[in-house]
């Protein structure tokens, strides 16, 4: 093949804009050192890529979640969240298994309604303003 063009690679990844990324991105793997699967033939690391989803020597799917994958920072777990009551219980439990010996001191957490709140944000009164700010 003397030219790849788009046509060569579109009945392989059905989508234009997501040949593009995944050929974007495994040029990006070729430049920092990974395998080329075809020969180069003195073409350039884009051109190799396409040459690659072409001739179907790489998979698209494992092409998009290698993608996928470089692109994640952080992935969050999903764990559900203890009640209060749970979390207050097992701190009363972990004391008293921990210190049989010593006399229980219940640990009660300080809580305020949202009246409470309103009123003491209420009472509190905004900074002068100065040049400085």
Known sequence: ?????????????????????????RARQISQGAQITIPRDNDKNPVVALREIADETLSP?????????????????DEPEADGQELTDQTTAAATTVDADEPE?????????????????????????????
């Open 1 to 25: 093949m003397a030219r790849v063009t788009v046509e060569d690679c579109i009945d392989k990844v059905d989508n234009r804009f997501e040949l593009v990324l995944l050929a974007g991105h």
């Open 61 to 77: 799917g494992d092409l998009k979640e290698d993608l996928i994958h470089s692109l994640q920072k952080h992935v969050e777990v």
């Open 105 to 133: 001191e219940a640990i009660v957490f300080d809580r305020m309604s949202e009246e409470e709140l309103l009123a003491g944000i209420e009472g509190l009164v905004a900074p002068e303003k100065s040049d400085d700010y």
